[in-house]
């Protein structure tokens, strides 16, 4: 009978950082290529035997660091899953204390509990900002395989410095796939369509520890935070990049499909048409005047296409339940940005503007996200909405 086939993907190198889900994702990966062309390989003591032939597997994945790259085939592209910090070195403790072949230093953790585990210096200077030396690692691959030729027992990270702040954040930018252990099958969606993948109807999550509790004070999650600084921000901008990243692939497609098209110049937004944007209650009015109320929560968008070669001044105009101005700010895909707040005679203006360089790195596509600090209850009657401010127009003059 005929075989079933189906086209070889293109490179993939998955750099699986410990307690990260990798095992589940690792084996997802293992079924999307043939078994030729999966490097052998599953980290750097292994990679001595296979040097020559590196560069023609197609997918290479292991606890290598991002250093492995440079010697991967020039279109190889990378992804990399990241777990909240906390959460992955509770995990990382706790295998260490299960399991003999993770670690060395399992012997000294054995008959510890986890409380102690965490208040051992020794144990936690090798968990520390792990997920952030993964990135930075440097060392030129030949000089770690010279390193391991000499001698084979030794470790790659020797070659390494502390990580660098600037420098995991400037290389979490350059992760082609970046997924969250927390939405891990959205990364395999996303990962899947992009790469030509066959989807996962399910992905379980494999090589978790067994059922125990893991209560720890608020002084030793505070020790856990200290000891994972840069890694506590590199998660954090790892969520507004993978949320920048659905918004410009969604955008993408409106306009691809004609659902959206970009303005030429300035332009208004109708209040009482389509809401480009989330955080936004249904229009209201009253004698000809129209208004919408942001809610529940204390955060609205506005998500639109704009000149890639444009530059514009926002405004947006709002009436609030009280007297003073709300503390309102504004991100841009991700950033924030000034935004002035003034009183004019109906009401406040805030005012912002969107730069040219900012519109030109996305290709125009432009996510405002606005923060109001807060969201009351209406107590109006029977109103029990949570209500930010009422906006009544917003417009974008453009700059050219």
């Not at 003999?100 to 520390?128: E, N, S, Y």
């Not at 110049?265 to 000809?288: C, N, Q, R, T, V």
């Amino acid at each position: 009978m005929a075989r079933f086939e189906a086209e070889a993907r293109d490179p993939l190198f998955f750099m699986h950082i410990p307690k990260t889900a990798g095992t589940s994702m690792r084996l997802f990966l293992r079924n999307q290529y043939q078994p030729h062309h999966i490097c052998p390989a599953v980290g750097w003591r292994d990679v001595p035997a296979i040097a020559a032939d590196l560069r023609r597997y197609r997918l290479v994945q292991g606890h290598f660091q991002f250093n492995l790259l440079e010697a991967l085939a020039p279109s190889t592209k990378i992804l990399t899953i990241l777990r909240d910090p906390v959460a992955r070195t509770i995990s990382a403790l706790r295998h260490l204390r299960r399991d003999p072949t993770f670690h060395p230093m399992h012997a000294a953790a054995r008959d510890k509990t986890l409380g102690q585990l965490v208040r051992d210096p020794g144990i936690m200077a090798q968990q520390r900002n792990v997920q952030a030396a993964h990135l930075c690692a440097s060392a030129p691959p030949e000089r770690v395989l010279d390193l391991l030729n000499t001698a084979p027992d030794a470790d790659p990270v020797s070659l390494e410095t502390r990580p660098d702040r600037q420098r995991a954040l400037d290389r979490l930018e350059r992760i082609d796939f970046l997924g969250l252990v927390e939405d891990l099958a959205a990364a395999a969606d996303e990962l899947s369509a992009a790469m030509d993948f066959h989807p996962a109807a399910w992905l379980p999550l494999m090589n978790g520890a067994p059922d125990e509790p893991a209560a720890l004070s608020e002084a030793e999650i505070a020790i856990l935070c200290d000891y994972n600084q840069i890694d506590l921000e590199l998660y954090a901008r790892a969520e507004k990049i993978i949320t920048q990243r659905r918004f410009e692939a969604a955008m993408r497609r409106l306009l691809a499909n004609g659902v959206y098209r970009t303005p030429q110049g300035g332009f208004e937004i109708d209040l009482l048409g389509i809401m480009p944007g989330s955080g936004w209650y249904a229009p209201e009015g009253h004698d000809g005047r129209h208004w919408r109320w942001t809610g529940p929560d204390r955060r609205f968008s506005l998500e639109l296409p704009m000149r890639p070669n444009g530059a514009y001044q926002g405004r947006l105009h709002f009436v609030t339940r009280r007297d003073a101005a709300p503390a309102l700010s504004v991100e841009l895909n991700g950033a924030a940005i000034p935004l002035d707040v003034s009183l004019t005679g109906g009401g406040w203006l805030g005012s912002f503007e969107i730069p040219r360089g900012a519109l030109h790195a996305t290709g125009g596509l432009c996510r405002l996200v606005f923060d109001t600090q807060t969201a009351e209850v209406s107590g109006s009657g029977d109103d029990l909405r949570r209500l930010g401010i009422a906006v009544n127009r917003i417009a974008f003059v453009c700059r050219d």
